[in-house]
């Protein structure tokens, strides 16, 4: 890794872990709960330690004067909700545009098991190289997603975190397995910091409980982003989060210092 991809690693993570919060959601959903007055959720999960935020280049304006000093990463591919197939990512920007949008790294979706992996195989290669030349770190989105696909599947999700590092990614996201010990199998598939996406919100406690499960198993922390940017109070459950990933507190534990309701 070069001292520029290294440098703006840095910036989106702590000490080699990462809280980062996608909120890219817009394009695939629509102005949801959480993103209609993005700038205050973006202040309230940086005031509440997230690492980074991460958003489509088109959102950038309303992204640096509201992130407190945290990273920023941009998205490069998407699909919306009402298309004709979610799981079809199209390039919605390049690692120019990125830079030039002020991001500290770039982001890819490639839903490995479907019947777009060909073509999203080819954009991360794409995207990998240019962002070599300009000395940004690629965040791969990495997802078993397809026909006879469990998305959930260790063994499948350590086929996906592999096809990202294969492919030349610096981090990459995954799903979590549902328990510590097969997660396990995920992380030792690379070499690569793996950190997990949030999915449906399900709760605080699950939420966290989860992200504990990863961190045990060898995780390197979490890109979540409805579990946080919907959640009532979105600097509290930032804080809960970035406790469990940075300082190793328990579920229970995080709860209690964010000040939510420990629930039964």
Same mark, same amino acid.
């Given at each position: 890794?070069?001292? %520029? !991809?290294?440098?703006?690693? =840095?910036?989106?993570? !702590? *000490?080699?872990?990462?809280?980062?919060?996608?909120? $890219?959601? #817009?394009?695939?959903?629509?102005?949801?709960?959480?993103?209609?007055?993005?700038?205050?959720?973006? *202040?309230?999960?940086?005031?509440?330690?997230? $690492?980074?935020?991460? !958003?489509?280049?088109?959102?950038?304006?309303?992204?640096?004067?509201?992130?407190?000093?945290?990273?920023?990463?941009?998205? +490069?591919?998407?699909? &919306?909700?009402?298309? @004709?197939?979610?799981?079809?990512?199209?390039?919605?920007?390049?690692?120019? =545009?990125?830079?030039?949008?002020?991001?500290?790294?770039?982001?890819?979706?490639?839903?490995? #098991?479907?019947?777009?992996?060909?073509?999203?195989?080819?954009?991360?290669?794409?995207?990998?190289?240019?962002?070599?030349?300009?000395?940004?770190?690629?965040?791969?989105?990495?997802?078993?997603?397809? @026909? %006879?696909?469990?998305?959930?599947?260790?063994?499948?999700? #350590?086929?996906?975190?592999?096809?990202?590092?294969?492919?030349?990614?610096?981090?990459?996201? &995954?799903?979590?397995?549902?328990?510590?010990?097969?997660?396990?199998?995920?992380?030792?598939?690379?070499? +690569? @910091?793996?950190?997990?996406?949030?999915? =449906?919100? =399900?709760?605080?406690?699950?939420? +966290?409980?989860?992200?504990?499960?990863?961190? $045990?198993?060898?995780?390197?922390?979490?890109?979540?982003?409805?579990?946080?940017?919907?959640?009532?109070?979105?600097?509290?459950?930032?804080?809960?989060?970035?406790?469990?990933?940075? $300082?190793?507190?328990?579920?229970? *534990?995080? +709860?209690?210092?964010?000040?939510?309701?420990?629930?039964?």
């Amino acid at each position: 890794m070069d001292v %520029g !991809t290294a440098a703006r690693l =840095e910036r989106i993570g !702590t *000490d080699g872990t990462h809280v980062i919060v996608p909120m $890219d959601h #817009g394009i695939t959903l629509g102005a949801v709960n959480g993103l209609v007055d993005i700038e205050s959720t973006i *202040d309230a999960v940086t005031r509440g330690g997230a $690492d980074a935020v991460l !958003t489509q280049k088109g959102i950038a304006p309303r992204v640096h004067d509201n992130k407190n000093g945290a990273g920023y990463v941009v998205h +490069l591919n998407a699909s &919306t909700s009402i298309g @004709p197939d979610n799981n079809d990512k199209r390039m919605t920007g390049t690692v120019k =545009e990125a830079v030039r949008a002020g991001a500290d790294a770039v982001s890819l979706h490639v839903n490995v #098991g479907s019947e777009y992996e060909r073509e999203q195989m080819e954009d991360l290669a794409r995207v990998t190289e240019e962002a070599a030349e300009y000395g940004v770190p690629v965040l791969a989105m990495a997802y078993a997603r397809g @026909p %006879g696909v469990d998305e959930h599947d260790a063994e499948s999700l #350590g086929h996906a975190v592999r096809f990202a590092e294969e492919v030349g990614s610096d981090v990459v996201k &995954t799903a979590y397995s549902g328990d510590t010990e097969s997660f396990e199998r995920v992380v030792e598939s690379t070499r +690569l @910091p793996v950190v997990i996406a949030g999915g =449906e919100p =399900e709760g605080d406690r699950a939420t +966290l409980e989860a992200v504990r499960g990863a961190m $045990d198993a060898g995780a390197a922390g979490v890109s979540m982003g409805r579990s946080i940017f919907q959640h009532d109070d979105p600097e509290a459950i930032t804080r809960a989060v970035t406790s469990v990933v940075h $300082d190793g507190s328990s579920a229970e *534990d995080a +709860l209690g210092e964010a000040g939510l309701a420990v629930e039964a």
